[in-house]
């Protein structure tokens, strides 16, 4: 199965820099209790809800980002991310109505705090800085739900059989999503080369990590409504 590279490059050194803030995000009792197929409907369902309204704001994010990129290349590799986001859009609330939420259920619900400081955040960031900065604050959601797709795909304890969210902890293991995410991980390192990485290294991980604990302030969330 093909791996994206997360432990190299810039955002090797990102995902490093966040620290136990990272592992908090990729191995949350939220997804633990995903795996072992014990995680309360009431939670998935809250988090499935928040998580549609959630895609719609990374759509603009990604909108913004192509609009902050200098090349035609670069704003392909982000056109497609976006054109994949809305695509998503659909598929997710097919899913949803397998667990019972409507479409006119799922627009009726308010976002909640955690969604708003969340999506805020990251376009508050696109909209104060530039292309590097911006995908420093979409990336721990793009590639931390690859790793832990391939975490639990490869870890033995993970149930998969009568596991009422295996086909959630597949999607996050198929081949066309991996390979996406590594194009967004090399947008990174495209990017980060042109525009001074190095030398803005303790801005960029300050704006990961607030996005990482972010992400675990998000399946927080979605626990809390059990």
């Known amino acids: 199965m093909f791996t994206p590279q997360f432990d190299d490059g ?11 803030h990272w592992q908090d995000y990729v191995a949350h009792p939220f997804i633990q209790q ?19 309204l959630f895609l719609i704001h990374f759509a603009r994010a990604y909108a913004l980002l192509v609009s902050k990129l200098r090349t035609l290349p670069e704003m392909r590799t982000a056109t497609a991310s976006l054109n994949a986001i809305v695509a998503e859009l659909p598929l997710h609330l097919a899913y949803c109505a397998d667990w019972g939420l409507s479409e006119p259920q799922i627009a009726a619900e308010p976002e909640a705090a955690e969604t708003l400081n969340y999506t805020r955040y990251v376009l508050d960031i696109g909209h104060s800085g530039d292309a590097l900065d911006l995908l420093a604050a979409l990336l721990p959601c793009v590639a931390g739900y690859a790793e832990i797709g391939l975490r639990l795909l490869g870890d033995p304890a993970t149930v998969m059989e009568g596991n009422p ?3 959630w902890i597949r999607n996050y293991g198929d081949p066309g999503y991996l390979a996406g995410v590594q194009a967004a991980i090399d947008l990174l390192e495209n990017v980060g080369r042109q525009r001074g990485a190095e030398s803005r290294l303790g801005e960029l991980s300050e704006i990961f990590t607030t996005a990482t604990r972010l992400e675990s302030a998000f399946w927080q969330m979605g626990l809390n409504a059990q």
């Open 10 to 20: 810039l955002y090797g050194q990102l995902r490093l820099r966040a620290g136990s």
């Open 34 to 52: 995903l795996a072992a197929g014990t995680l309360p409907e009431p939670a998935f369902r809250r988090y499935l809800t928040q998580d549609y």
């Open 165 to 167: 969210y295996a086909s």
